[in-house]
């Protein structure tokens, strides 16, 4: 700095942060975050894109240890039931894929980069390793979905599981979710056609095959005094999936507010169902990964103030005291997203963060990776109390439109127990590589270069 230039205020902001910031460049500079986290129940590690590959590596590095270190036995994802169930049955050696990829093969619906991507395969090879040859007396650790989009997978999941257990059930199953046949191609139709044109709702179908499952669990329980099994458990979640994506796909006509909290209500019940079919306790021990938007508490963004909840919000009601969550952020890069939804995979240029914006404040801290407790209360957690801009990129990208669509308003320490800032970081590597992706986005200047 030039004698006699007046300190900036950014400059001071930005020394506070940098006297708590803890950077990150080997491997036990993570030793402090893991001892933070262990002792939690439930793990929340979150990712401020659908794209990045260092957010994916460090999740993946932080749930491998977590499981060694801390013995964690679950992990639940972003994803739906019947293809995460598809890769627990690799994982746990009852599958008939060979390697991770085939496993993740169910992953097939925009976005499939999400789950089919370099480092998720190699996550699914190491836990499957550790399952079958390192994970001993201490128990296998699953690998599960919480989402709901997968109506039609799972009506067959189920039906597929009752051909073989009870063919009379199976049929009476198999004649309920024909209420769907008509919408086979697109499950919004149905949506559509229930609140535009009066078309009759499948859910009270769906609601007597979900209750007609839950009695058979009931009626084994008394008879046997043990619960059912891991394959029927699937196939109830999945009856359950499909009465909540009913309710989901009338919803969306509705408001954004109604569907997204049907569908974050719903991957919190589903947290809540695997925990008890795991037995509670230290065994089900369970690691979320899923996007900042679902994971921080959304009482302390704009997402709460116009009445939407999410999974960070429910989970920090319930088990007070007993969950940790971890936010992403970054200030430019690339990532792996798409423009428009079903539209192809692209490897986009990430715009430098916007004045003004979490990102921004965190990139004048001058450290390529660090970390900061946010659980601490010193000048660091007081200056980013103040609500500002936070980016959140999901599986779709429009810099055209990015302060609108990309940016909301937060306050990062009331939303996360933690968080980690990389700087500068780069798009996650599809399975299935498009043209789009391999050739990259051109610059704003193209073609002067300027």
Known sequence: MTPGMRTSK????????????????????YDALIHLAGDADIVLLGEATHGTQEFYAIRAELTR?????KGFRAIAIEGDWPDTFRVHRYVTGRGDDSTAREALGGFRRFPSWMWRNTVVQEFIEWLRHWNLHTSAA????????MDLYSLHTSMESVITYLEQVDPQAAQRARHRYACFDHFRAEPHEYGLATVKHGSEPCEEKVVLQLLEMRQQHIDQLKSTGHHTSEDFFSAEQNARLVVNAERYYRSMFYGRDESWNLRDTHMYETLEELRMHLGGGPQAKTIVWAHNSHLGDARATEMGARGELNVGQLIRTQFSGRSFSLGFTTHTGSVTAATDWGGPTERKTVRPSRRGSYEKLLH????????????????????????????????????????????????FPRQFDALIHIDETHALTPLERTSQWDTGEFPDTYPSAL
């Open 138 to 145: 201490r128990g296998m650790t699953g690998f599960y979905g």
């Open 10 to 29: 950014l400059d001071l902001d930005a020394a506070t942060l940098r006297l708590a910031a803890q950077p990150l460049s080997t491997h036990t500079d």
């Open 65 to 69: 240890r977590l499981i060694v270190e």
């Open 364 to 411: 004048t801290v001058g450290i390529p990776r660090f970390w900061l407790n946010l659980q601490e209360t010193n000048a660091a957690t007081q200056l980013l109390e103040t609500q500002r801009l936070q980016r959140a990129i999901g599986v779709i990208y429009r810099t055209s439109t990015e302060l609108w669509s990309h940016y909301f308003n937060a306050s």
